[in-house]
Every structure is written in C-alpha cells, then in structure tokens.
C-alpha cells in the first residue's frame, strides 16, 4: 500500500496531462488498490486538517471577537462632501472616461481589430463569468476559468491545453472550449487550423454559437 | 452615503505588536491587519470560493501568520513584504482547499459546507489520525507534512524557509506521507472505515 502517494500527488498538484489525468480518474473505478489508497489519502488529509482544528476555531473566536469590538471603532467618511464647482466638472469628466478605460482594460481580446472571431470570444468570456458567479467551484467551471485566464494573457499554449482538456471531458462546455480554442490559434497565426477546429462546433448542439460561427467562417 | 475608512498597514506595528506577550497588544495587532480583510482578499479568490469558505481561509491565514512571526519565521526585509508574505499564505491555503475539493471529488464524493475531507469521517476516526501525527510519526515528518498539506505550501516555499533543497523536501514530502497512511493502514480500527467507505460511499 501507498505506492500510490506520489501519483495522488501529481494529480492534485495538477501536474499530470489531460490525458493522465483523465486515465487516472478512470482507474481509480477499476483498480481496488487505488481506490482504497484514494480513501487513505482522504483519512490522511482530513486528519491533518482536523490535528489543527481545535486550536484554529478557538483562534477564530478570539479574531471574531476582536473584529466585532473594533467594527464599532472604525471611523467613518463622508463620500459625498460639498466640492467646488471644479471639482465636480472635474468629476464629471472622470465619469466619462474611466468606464471607458475600465472596458478598454478588462477587455484585452478586444486588442485584435482585424480579428473576426474576437468579438463571439468577449460575448463567451461574458456570458461565462456572469453565469458562474456565485457557483459552487467545479474542475470543470475552475478549468475554463484557467483556460480563459491563460488567453487572457496571451498565453495562448496554456490555453489551448486546457481548452483541449475541456473538449475530451466536458460535453457541456465543449462548443465554447472549441470556439475560443479556434480564437487562440487564429491569434498564433494558425488560420488553417482555427478554421479546421471552428468547423467542429457546427457538429454541437448550441444553435446561436453555431450561427456565430457560419458568419465567422465566411470572413476567415 | 458613509463608508468605512482603511488605515493603511504599518507592518513593523503590527510585527511588533503579535510578538508582545501582553494579550492587549497581540490583539491590537490582529485587529490591524482584519481591518485589512477585504483588501488582502481581492483578488485573491481565483478558484470562485464562497464568502463563508474565503473567510475561513482568511482567518487560516491568520492563524498560520501569527505561528510564524511567534517563532521567527519570517523576516521583515522591506516595506510591502509583510502583505505579500500573507498573500502568499492566503494563496497556499486557497489551493489547499481546491485541492481537498477535487481530492473529494474523485471518489464522487459532494464537498458539503466546511472542510471537503473532514465531513467524510467521524470524529473518533479524527482523532485517531491526530494522535499518529502527534506521537508516531516525528517532529520533522510532522512540520513538513503540516506545511505541505496544511499551509499548502509549494516544496521550493518549504525548502526556503527550512534552509533545505527542494529535492529534500519533495522526498520528504513524499516518504513522510506514505509513512503516516502506513500508520493509520495498521490501526485495523481505521483500515475498517476506509473498507466500510469503499464499500457504501456516502
């Protein structure tokens, strides 16, 4: 027994390939050895956490209670004090401007202006974020996040990597991976196989992106 | 419309005032750096926990900073570098617990509210694994398995503030592991959890 310690290791320190990664989760319902080492590692890990918990939610008290006594010390500010009328055109202008550098910023896909897939990539990464707010975290949901960080900056390798994992594992996130994989390769200059990987999604079931792409494939 | 002010962080204060033995200016030091909570967490929650889970890991983080500056083990070199030492914390601890999640997970077991391993066993069987940690397997197989599977940190951290290669580290990482599940594999107590786990998983 625990001649598996190391391997358990790789796959939480996510140090395995996709393909790994995946061989071995099927393992684990095959193999009885695994799978009761997978248990002893769990009894292990839980027994580690739980040799510190005494002490840490007696800790915890104590830092609640001091957060409790010093919330009623903090100071206050006035967030709308009487300005001069400078100031307040000033502030005006500001308005303007900074949500404009905001999205400018937090959209760095939108940097590609000849890029005909960019604008279907920011709708994605939208509609993504906005419907995983507040989810309980999954490999899946954390994955793409991964995925969709690595793109944003620019490195599209990683991206597509983890774009791959999703397209071999998830079938519900499978028509965005291939989208915005096709997106990384396009950006890395291979248009030939954006193309290729862009076809795929029209073999998916999500209609809209389908229509997305037929307008994309025309312009490509 | 009001809103609370942050004071900025004096480090070399609040340094100070954790390693005071008055429990007076401890707890002034601690409320020093929760009236940083929310500034020290933004952006830290890469893996979309939830507000209860973030709070914990923040007070976790606490918890293992106040450890360290008790027993010197962190070094105060230059401004910033006590914030940046605690996110560091902070980080560790947030893909501890991604990774206690997906450990959960892989034998298809939901996480439910609080710990994802420690819902999974009773107390009894706890504490058994407790006592192993404290009397069987070793000071130094202790503090290297408590800094990597506890504070989660890297092998190259460990290595860094033990003043040893990371090669050492990741082999002792490894082989003091193995040697406390070789321990809770001969408490035939434990051994029949784990078979009664396998055999009706929750």
Redesign the interface.
């Known amino acids: 027994m625990t001649k598996y310690t190391e391997i358990i290791d790789k796959y939480l320190d996510g140090e395995m390939s996709p393909q790994e990664a995946l061989t071995f989760e099927q393992q684990i319902k095959t193999d009885p050895d695994l799978a009761y080492e997978v248990r002893l590692h769990q009894l292990a890990i839980a027994g580690v956490q739980h040799s510190e918990e005494a002490r840490f939610q007696e800790f915890k008290t104590r830092m609640k209670t001091i957060e409790s006594e010093t919330k009623d010390e903090t100071p206050v500010v006035r967030l709308n004090p009487k300005r001069s009328g400078a100031v307040r055109w000033a502030m005006r202008i500001a308005a303007v401007l900074v949500p404009l550098l905001f999205l400018y910023f937090l959209f760095p896909f939108s940097g590609n202006k000849n890029n005909p897939l960019a604008a279907t990539t920011i709708q994605l990464v939208e509609l993504h974020t906005t419907s995983s707010r507040g989810d309980a975290p999954s490999p899946q949901t954390t994955l793409l996040d991964e995925a969709i960080q690595s793109f944003q900056q620019k490195d599209y390798q990683a991206a597509i990597a983890s774009f791959d994992q999703i397209i071999k594992t998830n079938p519900d996130q499978r028509a965005t991976a291939l989208y915005l994989k096709a997106d990384a390769l396009y950006r890395l200059g291979k248009k030939t196989e954006a193309r290729n990987t862009l076809k795929k999604v029209l073999n998916e079931d999500d209609d809209a992106l389908k229509t997305k792409v037929r307008e994309v494939l025309d312009k490509l | 419309?009001?809103?609370?002010?942050t004071p900025k962080m004096d480090e070399q204060r609040i340094i100070r005032l954790l390693k005071s033995d008055k429990q007076s200016e401890q707890?002034k030091g601690?409320?020093m750096l929760?009236?940083q909570k929310n500034n020290l967490l933004r952006n830290q929650n890469?893996?979309?926990?939830?507000n209860q889970d973030l709070e914990?890991i923040f007070?976790?983080a606490?918890?293992i900073l106040?450890d360290k500056i008790i027993i010197n083990q962190f070094e105060y070199r230059k401004k910033g570098s006590l914030e940046a030492y605690f996110y560091t914390i902070i980080k560790g601890k947030i893909s501890n617990q991604?990774?206690?999640?997906?450990?959960?997970?892989?034998?298809g077991d939901r996480?439910s509210e609080g710990?994802p391993?420690?819902s999974?066993?009773s107390y009894e069987?706890?504490?058994?694994?407790?006592e192993?940690?404290?009397k069987k397997i070793g000071e130094d197989c202790r503090t290297v398995?408590?800094k990597h599977?506890?504070e989660g940190m890297k092998h190259k951290e460990i290595a860094e503030e033990l003043g040893l290669s990371v090669g050492t580290i990741k082999n002792n990482?490894?082989g003091c592991?193995?040697k406390?599940?070789?321990f809770?594999?001969q408490d035939e107590q434990?051994k029949k959890?784990?078979?009664d786990?396998?055999n009706n998983p929750s």
């Open positions: 419309m009001t809103a609370s002010t707890e601690f409320a929760i009236a890469t893996y979309h926990l939830n914990d007070y976790e606490l918890f106040q991604s990774k206690k999640k997906r450990l959960a997970e892989l034998t996480a710990d391993l420690m999974l066993f069987a706890l504490e058994r694994v407790k192993i940690l404290d398995i408590m599977y506890y990482s490894s592991m193995k406390l599940k070789n809770i594999n434990l959890i784990i078979i786990l396998l």
